[in-house]
Structure formats: C-alpha cells, structure tokens
C-alpha cells in the first residue's frame, strides 16, 4: 500500500491533562533494625543514625521478588483510584534490580494483575526512575494514547548488596510503591525538570551480574546536598507553583542528612517553614525506584498529607540522573 504524500495520519483524542488517581505500597514483612545489624559486622545504632539516619529497613523473602512486591503495591493502587485491571491501559515498572533484563517486569506483572493486552515495560533511571516514569505516563496519557498508566516503582536491592560491606549494607532495603495516572480535564501533574551528568556514572554503580552495589558516599552526598535543589526548585517554576504554595516535598528516600540539607535550601529559596517533608527514610531504607510513591502512602495512611496536597517530588541517584515534578495527592 503506497500512502499519498502530504497524508494527515488520524491522531489519538488527547486529554486536557492528567493526574495521579490511585497510590499504593508494599513493603516485605522482615524487619532488620540497626541492633541486628551491629551484631553481625562493625557498626552501632548511633553510627548509622548519626551517617544515614535509618532506625529500621525491609527485606525480602528470598523467594520475593521484584515482581511479587509490584503486583502488590499496584493491586492497591488500582483499587485506590477506584478502578479495576480492565480500565489500566499501561503498565510502567521502574526499577533497577531484576534478577534479569529479559522478560521485563511490566509484562509480567500486568498478566498478574490482570490487566489485558497493556502497554508494558520497565524503566531503568535508579532512584530517579518513578519521577522518570511518572513523567512518560503522564505525557503518554496526554496524548490520548492510552487514558489509565499504572506506574510502579519496585525494588529488591538486597538481591544486589553486599551484606556485610557497611557502606551499603546499612542503607540498601526492598519494597515498592505504585500510583495511576489517569486522564484529566485539568492538568495535574506538573512539567518534568530532569537530566542526567554522565561523567559522574562511576559514583553508584554495579559492575556485572556477579557484582554488588559500590557507592561513593561522600561524593554522592555533596553532589546531592548542592545539585538537587536546584531541580526541584525548576520543577516548581514548569509548574507555574511558588515553593511558598507546596505542601509536601517527597524527595528520594537516599539519606536523612541529604534530605534535611535539601529542604532546608527550599525553604531559603521560599518554602514555608511548616512545608511537611518525607522522612521515610528511618523506618524503610533507602528503596530507590520504590521510595517517593511509598513514602507518600505512608504519609498519606498517617494521615500527615490529604487529597489535593501540592506534593514536590524529586528523585534522584545512579546514572547520574534526576528528575522531579509537581502533582497533586490523590
């Protein structure tokens, strides 16, 4: 079939905006505190508080997997977005942990979900990588291709640390969390700020399959204590938001110190001294990919921030990569 010169193809009925709809979490049910952890290599609580500010983290089954935790966590928010598996159209799962990059996760977890012939694929920017696929979903479903994402941040980075090397073995935990974003008539979910320094993606990285985490602590810490701000403070200008008008700022969940240090150059730059900040951090670890979508549903179910709270998100990590924007709690 030869098509005529100066066809016009038939375009997708767009949508006015998008929104996120449905958020959920999933966290494994074994608990490894700082005192299980001094037992068994040279550190203490205090130590760890002191470095990282982590009290406790999840860890997986040894027959848990990525997969399992993102069915989970996407199960609840689907349910939450008062939605069922045959209204998703997409399916988004970030992550960076997969024992293996053939098959996807995406694919498997829609068949698990139930969710018929969707769209699917994993998405791999770190810790930046849910900002990475809210960003995608929400434009994807702007353009009217597909009218329900389900967005999956998913993690198993116990599967890839070293137990017993301290550097990495006190921050790194399992868990996921999940959001939808659906069509909207008006936009909710705020222009992407995000990027990536090449240059520097020796600083976290994992070096073959047979390999663990390495991560060079103090240059990440002063790359994201003086690069980050900046990102969300841009993510706040694309969405037209004044940091005085942000309710909520959910950043990576990478380090206590690192999260204070950004708030508090938000706050200078105009955010309000009562701007309520995630610090899932300390009972969950740093969960990468998994980190800001369950923070926030563990805000939410603490009932620290309500439907319609103006949330800045950023994330943040290996790559290196960053991406951040503004959406409203659902």
């Known amino acids: ?108 977890v829609a068949t698990k979900l139930g969710v018929q012939a969707a769209a699917a694929f994993d998405l791999n920017a770190a810790c930046a990588g849910f900002c990475y696929a809210v960003a995608t979903a929400s434009d994807i479903v702007r353009a009217g291709t597909v009218r329900n994402f389900l967005v999956i941040g998913a993690e198993k980075l116990t599967d890839w640390t070293h ?34 320094d090449g240059s520097m ?3 976290i990285r994992i070096d073959d399959r047979d390999s663990f985490i390495h991560q060079e602590g103090q240059t990440v810490f002063r790359w994201a204590t003086t690069q980050v701000a900046p990102v969300a403070i841009r993510a706040a200008e694309l969405a037209g938001v004044a940091l005085s008008d942000v309710d909520v700022f959910a950043p990576h969940q990478a380090n206590l110190r690192i999260i204070e240090a950004i708030a508090k150059r938000l706050r200078k730059n105009g955010a309000r001294e009562d701007l309520k900040v995630a610090r899932d951090i300390v009972e969950s670890g740093n969960t990468s990919s998994a980190s800001i979508p369950m923070a926030l549903d563990h805000m939410r179910t603490a009932g620290e921030i309500s439907s319609g709270d103006v949330v800045l998100m950023v994330g943040f990590g290996a790559g290196l990569s960053y991406a951040g924007q503004v959406v409203r709690c659902p």
């Open 1 to 108: 079939m030869t098509i005529p010169s100066g066809t016009v193809f038939q375009a997708p009925r767009a949508s006015a905006g998008s929104r996120i709809i449905g958020l959920g979490s999933y966290q494994p049910e074994t608990v490894v505190s700082n005192h299980d952890l001094a037992r068994r290599m040279d550190t203490s609580d205090e130590w760890i508080r002191e470095r990282v500010g982590i009290v406790n983290r999840r860890v997986a089954a040894k027959d848990e997997g990525v997969v399992d935790m993102a069915v989970t966590a996407g199960a609840k928010a689907i349910e939450d977005a008062g939605l069922t598996p045959a209204d998703i159209g997409g399916v988004i799962v970030a992550t960076c942990t997969m024992p293996s990059t053939i098959p996807n996760a995406a694919a498997q």
């Open 163 to 196: 137990q017993d090397d301290r550097s990495t073995a006190i921050i790194f935990a399992d868990g996921a969390g999940a959001v939808v974003v659906g069509a909207s008539d008006t936009n909710e979910i705020g222009p992407v700020a995000w990027g990536s």
């Open 201 to 203: 993606s020796e600083v």
